[in-house]
Every structure is written in C-alpha cells, then in structure tokens.
C-alpha cells in the first residue's frame, strides 16, 4: 500500500497546489477595485441575521427549493458535498494507514462503525446521481438549441457544465467501486446501513489492487474536480456562502446602496471630490464584493427567465450582464494586477482602454437602460448576486461622467431641478386635489400638529396625475372615516428623487432628498403614510442613509390594519371579477404582498383571480428604473405584456396599489381597447378606490 499512499499524497500535493494558485489569483483580482468596508461592518454588526441566512440559503437551499425539480435536485447533489467529505476521510485514511500498517481497515474514531453513517453516505451518494439524472433532463429539456432565447440557459457556458455533472458522476461510480472492494476484502467500516457499498462486497471479487485502484481513482476524481472548480462556474462552491454572508439584508432590493469612493459615501460639498470617480467606469472600479457576485454566478439563468426586459426580446439579460463582466475581467487580469501596460501589444491596449459600457463596450447602453429595476432577478438569483446594484453604479457613471442617457430622461432630469416634480408643473397645483374633498385637510404650515398621526405623502403622481389623484383622494376620505388625524405638506413637498437616483442622478437625488428631510424634521414628522411603492421605499429604505429616519407605512398597509380593527366597513357589494397586479417596489422590494389583498377579500361580491406571474414572481409594468420617462422602443413593450397576461383572467377590473402601474397598465388597456381586445368597461383602479366604493356604498 505504499506506492498507493506515494501517488495519492503526490496527486493531493499538485491538485492543491494548482487550486491555491488559482484561489490566489481570484483573491488578488476581486481585490484590485475599491473596498467595500459598509459589507463587513454590517456582517459584524448583524452576525445573528447572517448566521440565519447561512442556516436558511445555503444549507437549507431556501432560494434554491422554490423551484422544486431543481431545487430538490440541487438540496441533495449539495449535501452531497458536505456528506460525503466523511468518506474521503475514510478514503486518506485508508491509504495511509495501509502504507503503515498494511491493512487499509481505516475507519473515524467514535462514528466511524455507526451503520446510521453508512446508510447516510450511501443514501446521499444514490440521490446525488439521481440529482444529476434531473439536472441533465432539465438541460436537454431547455436546450437553447431547441428553445432560442426562451433558454434560461441561452448564453450560459454550456460545455462547462456538463463537464462538471460528468465529473460528479465519475467521483460517485468510483466512490461505491472504491466501498464495494473495501467490503469484498473486509476492509469496510460498516457492518450494515450501506446498502449499496455491502451489495456490491457481494458481488466484486476479493482483490486488494482492485482496491487500491478504486481509492486512487476515486481521490483522483475528486482532486480533478477541485481544480476544474476553481477554474469554472462552478467555483460558486465556494464564494457563494461568503457572496450570502456579505450580502444585503434582508436582500438586495429595497433600497439602493449608497454611492462611495473608496468605500466612503460621497459628499457632493467636497471640494476635493473627482467627478470622474463617480460610478463605475472599468471593471477596475468595481469592488471585491462585485467579483464575488461574478465568481459566485452558476449561470443557471433564473434570473434572465424572469427578467422583463428580456421577456419582451429587449438585449437585457441580467446572468449575461454578470457574465459579460466576469468574462472581460479575466481577460485583462493579468494586465490589472501587474499595473505595468508598458510591455502590452496594441490588441491588449485596446482590451485595456474598453469602455465598460458602450457601443463598442463590455456593456451596450441597449443593454443598460432596458432596466426597470423590478428587482426579479435579485429574487430569483440563489447565491444573492445583486445585479441591480451593478446597473446603478454603471448608470452614475455614464449620466454624471459621460452625460450619456436617453434624451427623453433629460427633460425629466430637469423638471426635477427647476420644478420638483418629473412633469415640470408647479408646486402650487400640489394641494389642487384637496379643493375635490367635502372635508378639511390639514396643509402643514411649519409644524405638524399634535393631534396629527400622518403625514400623508401624496407624491408628484398622487398630486399632479389625474389617475393617481383617484386614489390620493380615495385614501384621504378612509383615513377621515376612520378618524385618523392626517396632514400633508402641499406645495412644501418636492419629489422624493426615486427617478433621479434611479436614472444614476446621484447628485439630484441626494439635493431632493436632503431639502424634504429638512422639511419633515423641521416640521416634526415621525409617522408617514404614501401611496406611491417608490415614494414608499425611498421614503423608508434611502432617507434614513442621510439621516431622515421615520417610520413609513404603505397605504395598503395602512388600510388593512383599518379594516381589520372595524374602523372600516365595506358594505356595498362590487360583484367583479379582479385581478391584481403586484406593483415591483411595494412586492419584491418591500414583501408587501398580502395587505392588498386582504383588503380586496374584505370588500363584498370580489372575485380575485391571480394572474400566472404573481407576488415575488410578479411581472413588472415597465415603469421603474426611471423608465418611466424613457420610452421603450426594442421589442415588446413590457406594459403590454402585463395587460396581456391580465387578459387571459377575463377581468372585469385590473387592480394595483401604484400610480406608475396605474398609468402603464392604464395605457396598454387602452390601446387594447382601440383593438378591440379589451371590453370597453375594463379598466385599472387602485385597492383604496375600490375599497372606499364599497365603504361608501
């Protein structure tokens, strides 16, 4: 057994070697960019979250399991992983105790002899080769080959991955012959539980070189594989728990993150500030947990089948957008860690000198701006890979640096400087709503008053738009019914700046964002209600990031609680048939999924009838990410998409709890409606509208 351990301790030493080469490699590149200290600090800082999400997203594939096949394929070729790291203990152990010794009876101390582990080794080892009979269906089920772009696998490394589900299978045959010899020659630890190891002792004949081949080749395999880990895809074996841990909580929607250079938030008073380092402008700008998102990419493409821009044949994939990133970064490694181009050749230069976004860039501008930051693919993505936050840092650099954005997003940019609002209408015509009302409502002066509970956020829409105002004032009615004291700002509210920072206008967002936090401080307020999601999270999830700290509530939120405390009774039955659309930042950037819907249940006479796509896999309407105020001329359009989906429910009403929804869907109905595709009675009303028709009655 000596040459035995001789070969198996050489093969370790070099796989080791070649994969601590490359660990260093990757190290060394994810670290050329910027720090990114707020990622640590937070870890640290909420230890207890991340050790749950560890529990909950890693071990426990909670991401993974919601789409089950897969899923549950995945759960046991993984655990496989942790399992069966047992049986190469037993496998080192055998060698070397064998050159010792010469028996290669080699078992762990304490549990090494429990059939319990036999049974388990043996029963993961059977599911994992079942895993990857599923996972090899699904592959040739959703062969981009067949299926073009509807592929979530379309763009994927496909040879790559084969070649992994082919080397996993080689570790686990190797593993049963290397068991099954073990037992043939009553080398085997387990008396029982390892069914499939002790069947095949029955009928492999007894020979040691058989033995000894089998341990060999099985190490063997699993040392390959290591190093073909390391140098592929699926390298998110190991980055992808540290990609979790350094993640943002509760995920990566919600609020944007804040921009920095050199790891500290921007301060646009700095007199020393460089506007070329604003955003990201090369790869090299991008911090090392942006390269952890790009080593920890599986290419699975969950996130592209998701996408809405890519749904609706627009150049966006969101996997694509990482890969494309990932891809270029090792191609100009080498150049980015010596620092030295004076010895490089002009096709390296060129390489060099690639603008991250482009028309001849890593990333085309086509590409970039068809996001409407719906945040599906940051829902959908298993290892946390925080795509949009790439988009925004690519578009602070290309609007702040390059001045390079869609022209039509120019007039919006300022309307918000000179105006406050996106349509450049006057601050005056904000309180316009109010004179509607039969009843008084509080315009703030300079204080809040003290028998005041809200500040109603009425929002540049639910001010200024004629569908939205519905809905302002359908809200303001409830809350009076139901006695709560409310006051609003008027003409003292400014846009909370969710398009401009969206957009990638930083600069913008942070002088609307500081005038209102003066404004609510100065007046005093704690408690807010909004009724627009992007007022809501901007509110609730990016003020607090330059000190405006309060609590904020959804008007659903606020609604339901109303209903369920009988301070609201709706009575009037409304005999439709409804289905509601989950609006983007208050579903899967908020979890604000059941209120809305608990309050349509509440109303009598409703039938709610879900579309395919809802709730955390909700389709968006098109209106986010500034795209609002972009207009969207490659493929279909995605608010037309939407309304077709809706369609297929045979609605007699769509309902949403947004007022870019409400305009979206609006207008995709109407075109239906020219088309004769639509019945001329559908149309798109926000919750609170149809809850205060059947409180009223």
């Given at each position: 057994?000596?040459?035995v351990?001789?070969i198996g301790l050489?093969?370790?030493?070099?796989?080791v070697?070649?994969?601590g080469?490359?660990?260093?490699f990757?190290?060394?590149?994810?670290?050329?960019?910027?720090?990114a200290?707020?990622?640590?600090?937070?870890?640290k800082?909420?230890?207890?979250?991340e050790?749950?999400?560890?529990?909950?997203e890693?071990?426990?594939?909670?991401?993974l399991?919601?789409?089950?096949?897969?899923g549950?394929?995945?759960?046991?070729?993984?655990?496989?992983?942790?399992?069966?790291l047992t049986?190469?203990?037993?496998?080192?152990?055998a060698?070397?105790?064998?050159?010792?010794?010469?028996?290669?009876?080699?078992?762990?101390?304490?549990?090494?002899?429990?059939?319990?582990?036999?049974?388990?080794?043996?029963?993961?080892?059977?599911?994992c080769?079942l895993g990857?009979?599923?996972?090899?269906a699904i592959r040739?089920?959703?062969?981009?080959?067949?299926?073009?772009r509807?592929?979530r696998f379309s763009?994927s490394?496909?040879?790559?991955?084969?070649?992994?589900?082919?080397?996993?299978?080689n570790?686990?045959w190797?593993?049963?012959?290397?068991?099954?010899?073990a037992?043939?020659?009553?080398?085997?630890?387990y008396?029982g539980?390892?069914?499939?190891?002790?069947?095949?002792g029955?009928?492999?004949?007894a020979?040691h070189?058989l033995e000894?081949?089998?341990?060999?080749?099985h190490?063997?395999?699993?040392?390959?594989?290591?190093?073909i880990?390391?140098?592929s895809k699926?390298?998110?074996?190991?980055?992808?728990?540290?990609?979790?841990?350094f993640?943002?909580?509760?995920?990566?929607l919600g609020?944007?993150?804040?921009l920095?250079i050199d790891g500290?938030?921007?301060?646009f008073?700095?007199?020393?500030?460089?506007?070329?380092?604003?955003?990201?402008?090369?790869?090299?700008d991008?911090t090392w947990k942006g390269?952890?998102?790009?080593?920890s990419?599986?290419?699975?493409?969950r996130c592209?089948?998701?996408?809405?821009?890519?749904?609706?044949?627009k150049?966006?994939?969101?996997?694509?957008?990482?890969?494309?990133?990932?891809d270029?970064a090792?191609?100009?490694?080498?150049?980015?860690?010596?620092?030295?181009t004076s010895?490089?050749?002009?096709d390296?230069?060129?390489?060099?000198?690639?603008?991250?976004?482009?028309e001849?860039?890593?990333?085309?501008?086509?590409?970039?701006?068809?996001?409407?930051?719906?945040?599906?693919?940051?829902?959908?993505?298993?290892v946390?890979?925080e795509?949009i936050?790439?988009?925004?840092d690519?578009r602070?650099?290309?609007?702040?640096v390059e001045?390079s954005?869609?022209?039509?997003?120019g007039?919006?940019?300022?309307n918000?400087?000179n105006k406050?609002?996106?349509w450049?209408?006057?601050?005056?015509?904000?309180?316009d709503?109010?004179?509607?009302l039969?009843?008084?409502?509080?315009l703030i002066d300079?204080?809040?008053?003290?028998d005041?509970?809200?500040l109603f956020?009425v929002?540049?829409a639910g001010?200024?738009?004629d569908?939205?105002?519905?809905?302002?004032?359908?809200?303001?009615?409830l809350l009076?019914?139901a006695g709560?004291?409310?006051?609003?700002?008027g003409?003292?509210?400014?846009?909370?700046g969710?398009?401009a920072?969206?957009?990638?206008?930083e600069?913008?967002?942070n002088?609307?964002?500081?005038?209102?936090?003066e404004?609510?401080?100065?007046?005093?307020?704690?408690?807010i209600?909004?009724?627009c999601?992007?007022?809501f999270?901007t509110?609730?999830?990016e003020?607090?990031?330059?000190?405006?700290?309060?609590?904020?509530?959804?008007?659903?939120?606020l609604?339901?609680?109303l209903?369920d405390?009988?301070?609201?009774?709706?009575?009037?039955?409304?005999?439709e048939?409804?289905?509601?659309h989950d609006?983007?930042?208050?579903?899967r950037?908020?979890k604000?999924?059941?209120?809305?819907?608990?309050?349509?249940?509440k109303?009598?006479?409703?039938?709610?009838?879900e579309?395919?796509r809802?709730?955390d896999?909700?389709?968006?309407?098109?209106?986010?990410g500034?795209?609002?105020?972009?207009?969207?001329?490659?493929g279909?359009?995605?608010n037309?998409?939407r309304?077709?989906?809706?369609?297929?429910?045979?609605?007699?009403?769509v309902s949403?709890?947004?007022?870019?929804?409400m305009?979206?869907?609006?207008?995709?109905?109407n075109?239906?409606?020219?088309?004769?595709?639509?019945?001329?009675?559908?149309?798109v009303?926000?919750?609170?509208?149809?809850?205060?028709?059947s409180?009223k009655?």
């Open positions: 057994m000596l040459w351990a001789i050489a093969m370790t030493a070099a796989a070697a070649l994969a080469r490359r660990a260093l990757l190290f060394k590149l994810a670290t050329v960019g910027p720090p200290p707020e990622r640590i600090e937070y870890a800082e909420h230890a207890g979250d050790i749950k999400a560890q529990l909950v890693v071990f426990g594939q909670k991401k399991l919601k789409w089950t096949p897969s549950i394929a995945h759960f046991f070729v993984m655990w496989a992983f942790f399992i069966l049986v190469y203990i037993e496998a080192y152990g060698i070397i105790q064998g050159a010792i010794t010469g028996r290669p009876d080699f078992h762990i101390p304490l549990i090494g002899q429990w059939s319990v582990l036999g049974l388990l080794q043996d029963f993961i080892a059977v599911a080769v990857l009979i599923v996972f090899a040739i089920k959703n062969s981009p080959k067949t299926l073009g509807r592929s763009g490394h496909l040879g790559g991955a084969w070649l992994v589900l082919f080397m996993i299978f570790i686990i190797t593993l049963f012959l290397a068991r099954g010899a037992a043939a020659n009553g080398n085997f630890p008396d539980g390892a069914f499939v190891s002790l069947a095949l029955q009928v492999l004949p020979s070189l000894q081949i089998a341990l060999l080749l190490i063997g395999f699993m040392l390959v594989f290591l190093v880990v390391v140098n699926h390298l998110h074996i190991f980055t992808a728990p540290l990609n979790v841990l993640s943002r909580r509760p995920d990566g609020g944007a993150p804040e920095r500290k938030p921007v301060d008073e700095d007199e020393d500030l460089d506007p070329e380092r604003l955003g990201r402008g090369k790869i090299g991008t390269f952890l998102d790009f080593y990419c599986t290419e699975c493409g592209q089948s998701q996408c809405p821009a890519w749904n609706t044949d150049p966006l994939s969101p996997k694509m957008l990482i890969l494309d990133q990932r270029h090792f191609k100009v490694a080498p150049y980015l860690l010596q620092g030295d010895h490089a050749d002009t390296v230069l060129a390489l060099l000198e690639k603008p991250l976004v482009g001849e860039g890593v990333i085309h501008p086509d590409v970039l701006w068809s996001c409407t930051n719906c945040g599906a693919c940051v829902e959908q993505c298993p946390d890979i795509h936050d790439h988009i925004l690519m602070r650099y290309q609007v702040m001045s954005f869609p022209s039509e997003a007039v919006m940019v300022k918000l400087e406050g609002n996106p450049g209408m006057s601050e005056m015509k904000r309180a709503w109010i004179e509607e039969d009843f008084e409502v509080t300079e204080k809040m008053p003290e005041t509970e809200y956020w929002g540049c001010a200024l738009e569908r939205a105002k519905k809905t302002t004032k359908a809200v303001a009615e009076h019914i709560v004291k409310f006051a609003v700002l003409p003292a509210e400014a846009c909370t969710d398009p920072r969206r957009l990638g206008m600069f913008l967002f002088m609307l964002a500081q005038q209102n936090i404004t609510l401080n100065e007046a005093g307020v704690k408690k209600v909004a009724t999601p992007h007022c999270n509110l609730a999830n003020y607090p990031q330059l000190g405006g700290t309060y609590e904020v509530v959804h008007h659903t939120q609604l339901a609680k209903v405390e009988g301070l609201l009774t709706p009575v009037t039955p409304i005999e048939k409804i289905t509601y609006p983007c930042f208050l579903g950037h908020n604000v999924y059941s209120q809305p819907r608990d309050i349509m249940s109303v009598p006479g409703v039938q709610t009838q579309m395919h809802h709730k896999r909700g389709f968006c309407c098109g209106a986010g500034a795209r609002m105020w972009m207009e969207e001329r490659i279909k359009r995605i037309t998409e309304v077709d989906e809706a369609l297929t429910t045979n609605p007699d009403t949403t709890a947004c007022p870019f929804c305009v979206m869907l609006g207008d995709a109905i075109e239906k409606k020219n088309n004769g595709e639509a019945k001329e009675t559908l149309e009303v926000d919750v609170a509208q149809l809850l205060i028709k409180v009655g």
